[in-house]
């Protein structure tokens, strides 16, 4: 049975400008491939509403699972649950179960729980939030989008609060042979056994190291036997 | 006048495997915003051409300049070059000035231009071809697409050989307070500041560093003396 598929939607001027080097849509990917999830499609957009929105129904109608990651803080530039609530035609507003979360904490740390603050506490209607253990305000899941925070350790906790609950299929394995050649050399051959096992992904990754050529071969597929067969015959034809 | 805009596509199952960290996107967005050039998405799509072809043609529609990383090489997973010439309904074929270059490197490094090899000769009819410093075969430009390496080495010369041929915009600027306060503390009087500069873009990033939570509020605009004006505010507001 084939996998479930996924997209991601990464939201941020920062990534955009170069300002900031995105981590997440990395560690999400590596994730989803031992889960048995196929990530399928990565967008960035910016803080800019009707790209979000846009973005988010094309993916969401692509699909099986949604993860966004960005723009969900107390600032005037978080609009990201606001855009989800529009994407999916529905209401949002402060929802009393994450008000609760958050006056808790803000009152076991001394802070005040102000106007801005609240604003982490808007939740589309028919949502379910998603538990972020590192800094309390909560993600939430409506459809089959999962809306998360995009500050790495609090993204990665949230990520580990959703995947449990997620179907996984057979997980991705992959096994990696690594030729002192140049691609051009082994292309031909590459090719010849990539068609004859079909049922399996072959890629080549190219790399030049003190000025020699080589390629990382690798080869991934659900089913480790069928790895093993093929891998046999790779190195027979390029293992010196 | 609003600057030229730019979009990026990056193609490889490596990085939605989680097997690569894409590097390219990072690069891309930092040249672009110092060449005064908007990147207002990046879609990151797998080794299909279906999906290649619908992303080339979504995104050649809706900017000023699409930029590709990835699938250019010699391998039978390098199928960007025919999906560029798909999406623009245009043949492709090996040209004989890209043909030269290759046999040229080749013969003087001592190895064949073999049949994969020659694939990397292929190119759409009515494109421009691209310098490639590093290792020769060539990126290519047809319509507003710009068709590059995904090996960050080549990507980042193929970059510096186009980008001196785009008219770029004013450079964005922007500066930056460090706050140590969390966010919730800054977001009113934040907004309201943004509100009243509407013209110029502020962004607020949050940081946790050793229990503490602060965070960095970035001002951008293309107009310098805006951004110190609107700075000297921000200091007043938020300067222990």
Not at 89 to 106: K, T
Request: aromatic fraction near 4%; charged fraction near 20%; glycine fraction near 10%.
């Amino acid at each position: 049975m084939a996998n479930p598929t996924a997209a991601m939607l990464v939201i941020g001027d920062e990534i955009l400008s170069g300002r900031t080097r995105d981590a997440n849509m990395h560690y999400l990917a590596g994730e989803l491939t031992k889960h048995g999830i196929d990530l399928k499609e990565v967008r960035v957009v910016s803080d800019d509403a009707p790209a979000i929105v846009a973005a988010v129904k094309a993916l969401s109608a692509a699909v099986t699972h949604v993860f966004t990651s960005g723009g969900i803080g107390p600032t005037h530039d978080d609009i990201t649950a606001d855009c989800i609530a529009e994407a999916f035609g529905v209401p949002i507003d402060v929802r009393e179960d994450a008000r609760a979360l958050l006056a808790e904490h803000y009152a076991n740390t001394g802070r005040e729980l102000n106007a801005a603050r609240l604003r982490m506490a808007r939740i589309p209607d028919g949502a379910t939030l998603i538990d972020n253990p590192v800094s309390i305000a909560p993600g939430f899941l409506l459809g089959n989008v999962h809306v998360m925070a995009g500050v790495p350790s609090v993204f990665q906790a949230m990520v580990a609060s959703v995947l449990p609950t997620l179907t996984g299929g057979a997980p991705l394995l992959s096994q990696t042979l690594r030729v002192q050649r140049g691609e051009g050399d082994i292309a031909g051959p590459l090719a010849a056994l990539a068609e004859e096992f079909d049922d399996l992904s072959f890629g080549s990754y190219p790399y030049q190291q003190n000025g020699a050529y080589g390629a990382n071969i690798v080869i991934r597929a659900q089913d480790g036997a069928r790895i093993d067969l093929a891998m046999t015959r790779l190195k027979a034809l390029f293992s010196e």
